[in-house]
């Protein structure tokens, strides 16, 4: 079988990684890749918004199946695209990808199908907006529609960074914006929660707890992630049901009313407030660094489980997993996620990689042989163990000894569950 791939991250890297591993695959594509990707895949450098030029490849290539990793192609339309053409795709199509493309059409969702969210309004102007706010209780969240690339979220503790953020929204600072949405602050704690779906049926693809902002301790701006850890303690078989039956399946019942089959990775960002989950957004893909974490946990060959999920064939699957702890640290960039240099050398010679221990490339590209980043995001390093605590320590000893004078990384990677 023949595989593409579309993206050019950490999460594309691990899955190339996870196709590779099988007997099944003949040839991969990463479309456009980076440096870890093209010691296992063919990096094919066409922009990954050109949906004809992927499209003319593809089938010059007779690529089998096509992978879709990040969102902005799925929300844009590129399943529908691919699928005219006959070519077999993995992700959701154009409607189903508005449950991460627009927080309106999933706050409407939720609202019809009765799935836990937190209580909102949808406003079209400053003026409302404000005059909401002078009345509101804080903290309050805001958000810009559409995508934002993991910022477009402000959480207010008062009316004067409320009235920011509704200013920054309407001038245009996540792209044209014609309302927003304000809606309850939710305290709890947040659980990533994934399924993979065929259209007709559907299985649990792990939990997993990502680390967005920069700093330790959880402090400072939103990052696309700072690492990630894997299954969630808050994981059990009682909340599971209830995240199935009260949030993923109404929700896939609304996409059937709508005409539209669910196929691809759904991830749904969850609050767990007092044993009761709430859905805080869905994404339509696999989460960045989340989909690092979780494919090395996996037992079941994968190329397995996405040509079942093609054929429609899921329900015969029994997915496996390794009862091990993953934790997924990322390698930044100085100065990331603001402004930061690229092109700078990574030696990733002669590292004592043990057995379970993966690094991901992302932000990296090679120049005259030598690997130089290439992003915020460089690379990430996970291992796989017993118990989360040396998990995180084997990843930090990889970083470590990597000592890249030009990057920062978190040490506190899943502080929660290790004491
Ligand atoms: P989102 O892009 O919607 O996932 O939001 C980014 C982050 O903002 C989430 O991971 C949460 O930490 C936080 N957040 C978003 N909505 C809420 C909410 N209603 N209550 C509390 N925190 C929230
Ligand atoms: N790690 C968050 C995301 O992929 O959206």
Aim: hydrophobic share 35%; with cysteine.
């Amino acid at each position: 079988m023949k595989v593409g791939v579309i993206g050019s991250g950490g999460r594309e890297h691990a899955l190339c990684f996870s196709l590779k591993s099988s007997n099944n695959i003949k040839q991969i594509y990463c479309f456009p890749g980076n440096a870890g990707t093209s010691s296992i895949a063919k990096n094919i450098n066409i922009n990954i918004n050109d949906f004809e030029k992927l499209k003319d490849f593809i089938i010059q290539n007779e690529i089998d199946i096509v992978i879709i990793g990040p969102e902005k192609p799925l929300v844009d339309g590129i399943v529908d695209y691919l699928e005219k053409f006959n070519i077999k795709v993995f992700g959701p199509n154009k409607i189903a990808s508005q449950l991460e493309g627009s927080k309106i059409f999933t706050k409407k969702l939720c609202e019809k199908y009765k799935i836990p969210t937190s209580k909102f309004g949808i406003f079209l102007n400053p003026k409302s907006a404000l005059s909401f706010l002078q009345n509101c209780n804080f903290p309050i969240v805001i958000k810009a529609d559409g995508l934002a690339a993991g910022k477009g979220v402000y959480i207010s503790e008062n009316y004067i960074e409320a009235s920011k953020a509704v200013k920054e929204i309407f001038d245009g600072k996540f792209g044209k914006a014609e309302n927003l949405l304000i809606e309850e602050f939710l305290k709890g704690e947040e659980m990533s929660f994934f399924i993979i779906s065929d259209g007709k049926s559907y299985k649990m693809f792990g939990t997993a707890q990502d680390h967005k902002r920069v700093f330790e301790g959880d402090q400072g701006k939103n990052t696309g992630g700072m690492g990630a850890y894997s299954p969630s303690r808050l994981e059990s078989e009682k909340l599971n049901k209830k995240i199935i039956n009260n949030i993923i399946e109404p929700t896939l019942k609304g996409l059937k009313d709508l005409n539209c089959e669910y196929k691809g990775f759904l991830y749904a960002g969850l609050m767990i407030v007092n044993g009761e989950p709430f859905l805080i957004e869905y994404n339509v893909r696999m989460g960045d660094p989340e989909c690092q974490t979780l494919l090395p946990k996996l037992k079941t060959d994968f190329s397995i489980i996405i040509k079942k999920s093609i054929e429609q064939e899921l329900h015969n699957l029994n997915i496996e997993w390794y009862e091990d702890k993953s934790i997924c640290v990322v390698l930044c960039s100085n100065g990331y996620p603001d402004t930061y240099k690229n092109n700078i050398e990574l030696n990733l010679k002669k590292l004592g990689l043990k057995k379970n221990q993966f690094i991901f490339h992302a932000g990296t590209k090679i120049v005259n042989n030598i690997v130089v980043s290439n992003g915020g995001r460089v690379l990430n390093v996970v291992t796989r163990s017993n118990d989360f605590k040396s998990a995180r320590e084997n990843s930090l000893k990889i970083l470590d000894e990597i000592n890249w004078n030009n990057g920062f990384y978190r040490r506190d990677i899943g502080y929660k569950v290790i004491q």
